[in-house]
């Protein structure tokens, strides 16, 4: 199972932090990635981080404004939200895949979290 928290209204430039907590899973057997939906729109990988965490991945529009990061200890996945923009708006899902290499196919994903909200005004 995997939970997420964090989202919420935001104006443009400003930061907001996700977490998810995973449960049930051998949490260091998986890489872990964010994903995005906003309305009318396809899921999009927003970003990933290897199953160690010595390995993150972002889509270029995030690039130098996310940070994603995890804690094997602690079983959580975090996304670090900064200069956020209107078009970042749209829900949030935390995921986990197995297969290491497809962390950008959503498809690909063995679990989801509920997906957590955020939303950014101009």
């Known amino acids: 199972q995997l939970v997420e928290s964090g989202g919420g209204l935001v104006q443009a430039g400003g930061s907001l932090r996700l977490s998810c907590a995973a449960s049930g899973i051998i949490f260091e057997g998986y890489v872990m990635g964010w994903f995005r939906q906003a309305p009318g729109k396809e899921r999009e990988f927003v970003a990933a981080?290897?199953?160690?965490?010595?390995?993150?991945y972002y889509r270029d529009s995030v690039k130098g404004r996310f940070t994603v990061s995890r804690d094997n200890a602690k079983l959580t996945v975090s996304l670090q939200m900064r200069s956020l923009k209107p078009e970042d708006t749209a829900i949030y899902y935390c995921?986990?895949?197995?297969?290491?290499?497809?962390?950008?196919?959503?498809?690909?994903?063995?679990?989801w979290g509920q997906g957590t909200q955020v939303t950014v005004s101009s």
């Open positions: 995921g986990a895949v197995f297969e290491a290499t497809r962390y950008r196919e959503y498809h690909e994903y063995n679990y």
């Open positions: 981080v290897s199953r160690r965490g010595d390995n993150t």
